[in-house]
């Protein structure tokens, strides 16, 4: 130990054999100096050790505590004298050896943090196991009064404990709390259980925190407890159970996240309390809606500790980095506000992506990444940061063993931290930390700044609060905003002012809501239908009024307040689905994602691993799939709305979103039926209508049936239930509402039929033999059918029956005469006496071209090949017209006309929910003309 302290370090990774082998960290720590000096036959076997390559795991810190308690003993005797000397002297060789591993460059920061929370539970494990078996001899164990069972101390690591994540000086934060109430048993004397946990926890902090000749173990705080200080040191789940719902606070959300049990769970039953401790804290940590009212409540939290962290930099030498005395946690750009960075996407979206329910502070930033809510590049700033702080925060801790995070005030100091960090020079150490304060104090600032935006017409919103005395000047106001009916829009802003709803609310979501309707006058003025915009504004916002996180969200994201101006000019329909949907208003935060192309194999992917994390939760699993379709359908209507779809693409993707539910529905149905005789079931779902021709809307119904093919003489009955499953998850009302209405009755034998049909069944009722007009229909229909979900192989199989159908010889005047017919009954079935042109059912309409395109395949199927593709009808227009079956050029204007009814008619109903689409006759007489021309030379000519 002849070389000076802090002398430069050598470049990094340093040689086995340096110095001889000596150990190279007390050369920089005044504390492992001491360690050193005072063991001096430690020295020689930590150097070996420090570079043996042996981890530092668990099984490592079992074995060297096995010797090291046997001194111990040899030194003081048995008890808990013994097993607390060994424990320090324990920490004290592991510390020496991530000091030297660490700064020879042999040890990444992981390593580090996980070696010193393997300590800690070691520690509090062995700890606690010698102080229950020493109390079992006065007292006995604790019984639980109601279950009977032994009880065990639960003890809760929170902090970076919790998380995994503990610095080399950290003290551990702690919470004890057992199952039940009870008292103890076999020993010479009874307690109750809460006293005798109290009194095991205090024992538990004497061994680990008390200090003595050989130092401490870890510093212990308990004041993450219940009520803190003031609360009780241990306390029952029933206690904490009721402490959460009465008064669990704000900041002890963000605290729950990282809370993890540490101790040795030894009997089932505690295991069964240990499940109970996470259904508790689950639903007070992370909310089931999206939570944005937490970004104002960690802002305010941060302003406290930035307040207090520059309270304590001002006492020892100033807060800027030249000043020295510079928190690296706490302080601007600091650790801290890395972890709120983190921490906000977990407490917003946990309660609904139980992925993000992590502990690690460097894993929640990689899952942030990979679900686009932070750009890569700033992942990337974030972690490096991190990493660099956390590095820097051991070498502070590492000159005295001191939980410090302040840059050193004296030379010397200053000089050892630059030399530990590899720096050539102090200063070289601050040119390359402040980068990575400001790129951190960035990113906070771009997530928790304030950005409300002020409107202009907050005058008008506050003197409609203020009475009938100021509606003449509400009414001008609004007129010079280019509102047409002032009057009834003043009326209409006094309603919500008078209601009780309003008045109801806190005042925190009064604030917002107030300055939200402020911005929606400013923003619906500057539509073309500012008065419309704004009832649907008011409608919207009294919706979501009573949901904090909502307005909260809106006013932290005022391009968000744009996008549902936006949306809500553009559709009424969009707007109701806003309204019913208010969770949707996440989509309108990211650009990119709104833009993006679906992937759908990455959809099945990323729905079919939240499900797996809820599995057993059919309530929660319904809800995700509701989410992520109502999510995934706001997409498609946004993309819409800004008019980059045609109208086959829109239905293309709400066919394809609709067949990657199915298909994960009958995955995650199949794996919960209890009778199931099979790991993958041999079914399969075949879609008809406009599911099946892949044109759905928005609020189409699926018509689908059920093909199985499997022998087992279980099958009927198991697919039977299997399918009355499917359709009950799919069409159940949960709280975040329905998938689809689901309409089976084109299965063969209609209602009367078998709700699941086999394989062979099947195919023998579509190739009977029979020409009545009710078997043409279903072979009309069997054109737009096509297999969408289940079992690939039956689906193949359905597809050739399919073909064997349509490529049947057909009688071309009998087919005519039966689709004629067909026709007329069903234009029977809507008529109507008004003088407008109905768009589906009207002559010249787009039921006459789906039957002179069924008529087109039906008939010439056999011949042509190419008419048995599910192309859709444009497709199969031009196909007729090209094969010289139609004048082509015909088919070329009755597809377009095709394409511009329904055009026409997907903007009626998102515009005003209009059903049936009738418009005025003149509107589309030349397209109607060219459909009728075409059923005159199909059918009359």
């Known amino acids: 130990m002849s070389e000076p302290l802090f002398s430069r370090l050598p470049a990094r990774p340093v040689p086995s054999g340096d110095a001889g082998g000596a150990l190279l960290a007390p050369r920089f720590s005044r504390y492992l100096h001491r360690i050193v000096s005072a063991r001096p036959a430690c020295a020689a076997s930590l150097a070996e050790a420090a570079q043996s390559g042996q981890p530092l795991d668990a099984a490592w810190l079992e074995a060297r505590l096995i010797p090291l308690r046997e001194r111990a003993e040899t030194a003081v005797g048995p008890g808990d004298a013994a097993l607390g000397k060994a424990l320090r002297w324990l920490r004290q060789d592991t510390m020496a050896l991530i000091m030297e591993r660490d700064l020879r460059g042999l040890m990444t920061l992981a390593e580090v943090t996980e070696a010193m929370t393997l300590l800690a539970e070691c520690a509090v494990r062995t700890a606690l196991a010698q102080l229950t078996a020493d109390m079992a001899a006065q007292v006995g164990y604790p019984v639980g009064e109601q279950s009977g069972e032994r009880q065990e101390l639960i003890v809760v690591g929170m902090g970076k404990l919790g998380g995994r994540e503990l610095n080399v000086s ?5 919470i004890f709390l057992y199952d039940e109430e009870g008292e103890t048993a076999g020993g010479k004397r009874s307690l109750s259980n809460h006293e005798y946990f109290i009194r095991l926890g205090r024992r538990l902090i004497q061994m680990l925190a008390d200090v003595t000749e050989d130092g401490f173990v870890f510093r212990v705080d308990m004041r993450l407890r219940p009520n803190g200080d003031a609360g009780p040191l241990a306390c029952s789940l029933a206690m904490l159970e009721e402490y959460f719902m009465v008064q669990g606070r704000e900041w002890e959300r963000y605290a729950w996240i990282k809370g993890r049990v540490v101790s040795a769970v030894e009997s089932a ?12 804290t689950t639903p007070f940590v992370f909310r089931r809606y999206l939570d944005y009212g937490v970004i104002s409540a960690i802002r305010s939290l941060h302003a406290q500790i930035r307040a207090e962290a520059g309270k304590r930099e001002a006492g020892l030498a100033g807060h800027a980095l ?39 502070t460097l894993q929640v930033l990689a899952l942030a990444e990979a679900r686009g809510l932070l750009a890569p590049e700033a992942v990337v700033e974030l972690s490096t940061a991190y990493r660099f702080l956390r590095q820097l925060e051991h070498r502070l801790q590492y000159l005295d063993d001191a ?28 040119a390359a930390l402040q980068p990575h304060l400001d790129c951190v104090e960035q990113q906070f600032e771009a997530t928790f700044a304030a950005r409300q935006e002020g409107g202009q017409c907050g005058s008008i919103w506050q003197q409609c609060l203020q009475g009938e005395a100021s509606a003449e000047t509400c009414r001008a106001a609004l007129q010079n905003l280019g509102y047409d009916d002032a009057e009834a829009l003043v009326a209409r802003l006094r309603a919500t002012s008078e209601a009780s709803r309003y008045r109801a609310m806190p005042d925190s979501s009064r604030l917002r809501f107030d300055q939200l309707v402020e911005r929606a006058l400013e923003l619906s003025a500057k539509q073309d239908h500012p008065d419309r915009t704004m009832g649907r504004f008011l409608d919207f916002l009294e919706a979501i009024s009573r949901r904090a996180s909502y307005l909260s969200l809106l006013s932290e994201y005022p391009q968000a307040m744009a996008r549902v101006a936006d949306t809500l000019h553009a559709s009424r329909w969009a707007a109701d689905y806003l309204t019913r949907h208010p969770q949707l208003l996440d989509e309108l935060l990211d650009t990119d994602a709104l833009m993006a192309l679906p992937d759908w194999a990455a959809f099945r992917q990323r729905l079919t691993s939240q499900l797996a994390m809820s599995d057993g939760q059919v ?26 779809l045609t109208v086959e693409q829109i239905g293309d993707r709400l066919s394809d979103l609709a067949d990657a539910m199915l298909d994960v529905v009958l995955e995650t149905v199949w794996q919960q039926l209890p009778k199931r005789h099979r790991d993958t079931p041999r079914f399969a779902v075949v879609a008809y209508g406009r599911l099946g021709g892949k044109e759905l809307g928005y609020a189409s119904d699926l018509d689908i049936i059920f093909l199985y093919d499997d022998e087992d003489e279980r099958a009927p009955d198991v697919y039977a239930t299997f399918a009355r499953r499917v359709i009950t998850w799919m069409t159940s009302h949960t709280a975040a509402g329905i998938l689809f209405d689901i309409d089976t009755r084109l299965r063969p034998n209609g209602a009367a039929g078998l709700l699941v049909t086999s394989f062979p069944s099947f195919r023998r009722y579509q190739l009977r033999e029979g020409d009545n007009a009710a078997w043409v229909w279903e072979h009309q229909a069997l054109t737009r059918a096509r297999y969408c979900a289940g079992d690939r192989e039956i689906g193949a199989r359905f597809e050739e029956v399919r073909n064997e159908v349509l490529a049947q010889p057909r009688d071309a005047a009998t087919l005519r005469e039966e689709i004629v017919a067909m026709r007329a009954k069903v234009a029977e079935g809507h008529a109507h006496a008004s003088d407008m042109f109905d768009l589906k059912h009207d002559t010249g309409g787009m039921v006459d071209i789906e039957f002179t395109v069924q008529y087109l395949v039906l008939l010439h199927s056999r011949t042509h090949p190419v008419l048995r593709r599910n192309a859709g009808n444009i497709a199969l227009l031009h196909m007729s017209g090209a094969l010289g079956l139609i004048d082509a050029t015909l088919a070329r204007r009755v597809a377009d006309a095709y394409r511009q009814f329904r055009a026409r008619q997907h903007q009626l109903r998102l515009d005003d929910g209009q059903s049936p689409a009738r418009v005025p006759l003149e509107e589309f007489a030349e397209a109607a003309g060219h459909v009728r021309a075409l059923w005159h030379a199909v059918f009359e000519g």
């Open 170 to 174: 950290s003290d551990i934060d702690l």
């Open 269 to 280: 039953h505690s295991r069964n309390a240990v499940g109970l401790l996470e259904q508790l």
């Open 322 to 360: 030249n000043q020295r005395a510079f928190d690296i946690k706490l302080g601007r750009g600091g650790i801290r506000e890395i972890e709120f960075t983190a921490q906000v996407f977990q407490l917003i979206r946990g309660g609904q992506d139980p992925s993000l329910r992590v502990r690690p």
């Open 403 to 430: 939980q410090t995070h302040h840059l050193p005030t004296s030379a010397a100091d200053q000089q050892a931290i630059a030399a530990m960090m590899g720096m050539d020079s102090y200063d070289d150490l601050l």
């Open 619 to 644: 309530e929660t699993q319904m809800d995700i799939l509701r989410r992520e379709h109502h999510a995934e359908t706001f997409r498609i209507l946004l993309q819409d709305l800004q008019g980059v």
